[in-house]
């Protein structure tokens, strides 16, 4: 028995050649169609004349043999095309019951496949990712939510993969979490955004936290806060927390950044800022920690409340082994003071900044963060707000803690303070 063995990329490939080669040929015979098929005669004699309608009877069979061959040209481009095609398709379904042979043992056992992604959660539904294969496959993503409702969270990976994204929350509710990565290799999923809040005063969701990684792997970032509702005659909504970063792969690879928080809103008090998500550490052996979320600003205010408080900037996460902290977050800046009752219409303080994360063995630590930026006082006289503190540096690796500065120098140092926030 023959095999014929066929790659159907090449046959297509040849396919679009010949189309092209056809494409030309056409072109050309339109382009000597005029000049040949009504050749002029000579002179007025008859020989003249006879020689003229030779020549153009000759072009004028030449065309239509032409149409003749470009005619079956398009049809052998359509057949090899179409067999390309039904190549491809034979290779796909003996790919497809190949491997659903190969996953049924672990589905029936253990509910998931031994190879292959996990489904997406529907948009909408806050569903869940599916988990990726026990042996390959990324986990899916996290369906987003309606409102009101939750992201779902996003599917682990097996041994290899990556995990799914977190979906994002409905409004005023949380973002999902990242999937855990492979545990032998594969990034953490990014959590989900929190959703904005909606209707007068309601708050932001949180972000999701992000995936943790395996052994091999980085963390997945944090979700945003959502931002809160403005509002009239009630406080605004505050804004959601940041999610925290996922933490790195145990054996290498870096710690997840955490989420910013979301901006408190308008109202007659001012929302609050949320605060940021704390870095992802790099836990193993070798990785650098997540930089910290950034604080949320805090919401003005339209009376005499006060307003709202800015949010924090989180913590950077701390190295591995060997690796360097996170930075800390920015605080958020203040909110604004309100336009009546004068000089009680003072602006918000901003946030302070986060502190940066300790390397653990060999590393610098991490800066820190910067204080936010006071609020403007309000019209008629009202004072500006006072700048965050700025954050504390992370404290370098413990290594040069015994020695002197040469090893300082080699292996790390602490990171720097954050500066103070500017006064409104």
Same mark, same amino acid.
Request: charged share 5%; proline share 4%.
């Given at each position: 028995?023959?095999?014929?063995?066929?790659?159907?990329?090449?046959?297509?490939?040849?396919?679009?050649?010949?189309?092209?080669?056809?494409?030309?040929?056409?072109?050309?015979?339109?382009?000597?169609?005029?000049?040949?098929?009504?050749?002029?005669?000579?002179?007025?004699?008859?020989?003249?004349?006879?020689?003229?309608?030779?020549?153009?009877?000759?072009?004028?069979?030449?065309?239509?043999?032409?149409?003749?061959?470009?005619?079956?040209?398009?049809?052998?481009?359509?057949?090899?095309?179409?067999?390309?095609?039904?190549?491809?398709?034979?290779?796909?379904?003996?790919?497809?019951?190949?491997?659903?042979?190969?996953?049924?043992?672990?589905?029936?056992?253990?509910?998931?496949?031994?190879?292959?992604?996990?489904?997406?959660?529907?948009?909408?539904?806050?569903?869940?990712?599916?988990?990726?294969?026990?042996?390959?496959?990324?986990?899916?993503?996290?369906?987003?939510?309606?409102?009101?409702?939750?992201?779902?969270?996003?599917?682990?990976?097996?041994?290899?993969?990556?995990?799914?994204?977190?979906?994002?929350?409905?409004?005023?509710?949380?973002?999902?979490?990242?999937?855990?990565?492979?545990?032998?290799?594969?990034?953490?999923?990014?959590?989900?955004?929190?959703?904005?809040?909606?209707?007068?005063?309601?708050?932001?969701?949180?972000?999701?936290?992000?995936?943790?990684?395996?052994?091999?792997?980085?963390?997945?970032?944090?979700?945003?806060?959502?931002?809160?509702?403005?509002?009239?005659?009630?406080?605004?909504?505050?804004?959601?927390?940041?999610?925290?970063?996922?933490?790195?792969?145990?054996?290498?690879?870096?710690?997840?950044?955490?989420?910013?928080?979301?901006?408190?809103?308008?109202?007659?008090?001012? %929302?609050?800022?949320?605060?940021?998500?704390? !870095? +992802? &550490?790099?836990? *193993?052996?070798?990785?650098? =920690? $997540? /930089? @910290? #979320?950034?604080?949320?600003?805090?919401?003005?205010?339209?009376?005499?409340?006060?307003?709202?408080?800015?949010?924090?900037?989180?913590?950077?996460?701390?190295?591995?082994?060997?690796?360097?902290?996170?930075?800390?977050?920015?605080?958020?800046?203040?909110?604004?003071?309100?336009?009546?009752?004068?000089?009680?219409?003072?602006?918000?303080?901003?946030?302070?900044?986060?502190?940066?994360?300790?390397?653990?063995?060999?590393?610098?630590?991490?800066?820190? %963060?910067?204080?936010?930026?006071?609020?403007? !006082? +309000? &019209?008629?006289? *009202?004072?500006?707000?006072? =700048? $965050? /503190? @700025? #954050?504390?540096?992370?404290?370098?690796?413990?290594?040069?803690?015994?020695?002197?500065?040469?090893?300082?120098?080699?292996?790390?140092?602490?990171?720097?303070?954050?500066?103070?926030?500017?006064?409104?």
């Amino acid at each position: 028995m023959s095999f014929v063995s066929v790659a159907p990329e090449i046959v297509v490939a040849a396919a679009t050649d010949l189309a092209g080669i056809g494409s030309a040929i056409s072109a050309a015979n339109a382009a000597a169609a005029a000049p040949t098929t009504a050749v002029l005669a000579a002179g007025a004699d008859e020989v003249s004349a006879a020689i003229a309608a030779l020549f153009s009877g000759h072009a004028q069979a030449y065309q239509a043999l032409s149409a003749q061959a470009a005619a079956f040209h398009q049809q052998f481009v359509q057949t090899l095309a179409g067999g390309a095609g039904a190549y491809a398709a034979a290779e796909a379904q003996v790919e497809q019951q190949l491997l659903a042979a190969i996953n049924a043992p672990t589905q029936a056992l253990l509910g998931h496949p031994l190879i292959g992604n996990g489904a997406d959660g529907a948009p909408g539904t806050g569903q869940a990712g599916g988990a990726g294969g026990i042996l390959y496959g990324n986990g899916g993503n996290g369906g987003s939510g309606a409102a009101g409702q939750a992201g779902g969270a996003g599917g682990p990976a097996g041994l290899i993969g990556h995990g799914g994204s977190g979906g994002a929350g409905g409004s005023g509710a949380a973002g999902g979490a990242g999937g855990h990565g492979g545990w032998l290799w594969g990034n953490g999923g990014v959590g989900g955004s929190g959703g904005a809040g909606v209707g007068a005063g309601v708050a932001g969701g949180h972000g999701g936290a992000g995936g943790a990684a395996g052994l091999w792997g980085a963390g997945g970032g944090g979700g945003n806060g959502g931002n809160g509702a403005d509002a009239n005659i009630v406080s605004g909504g505050d804004g959601g927390l940041g999610g925290a970063g996922g933490g790195g792969g145990w054996l290498y690879g870096d710690g997840g950044a955490g989420g910013h928080g979301g901006q408190g809103a308008i109202g007659l008090g001012g %929302g609050a800022g949320g605060d940021g998500g704390q !870095g +992802g &550490a790099g836990r *193993g052996l070798w990785g650098t =920690g $997540g /930089a @910290g #979320g950034h604080g949320g600003q805090g919401g003005g205010t339209g009376g005499p409340p006060l307003p709202g408080q800015a949010g924090m900037g989180a913590a950077g996460g701390a190295g591995g082994l060997i690796g360097n902290g996170g930075a800390g977050g920015d605080g958020g800046p203040g909110g604004q003071g309100g336009q009546a009752f004068g000089a009680n219409n003072i602006g918000g303080t901003g946030g302070a900044g986060g502190n940066g994360g300790p390397a653990i063995l060999s590393g610098n630590g991490g800066n820190g %963060g910067a204080g936010g930026a006071g609020g403007a !006082g +309000g &019209a008629g006289g *009202g004072a500006g707000g006072v =700048g $965050g /503190a @700025g #954050g504390a540096p992370g404290t370098g690796g413990t290594l040069q803690a015994a020695v002197s500065g040469l090893v300082t120098a080699l292996f790390g140092a602490p990171g720097q303070p954050g500066d103070t926030g500017q006064p409104g």
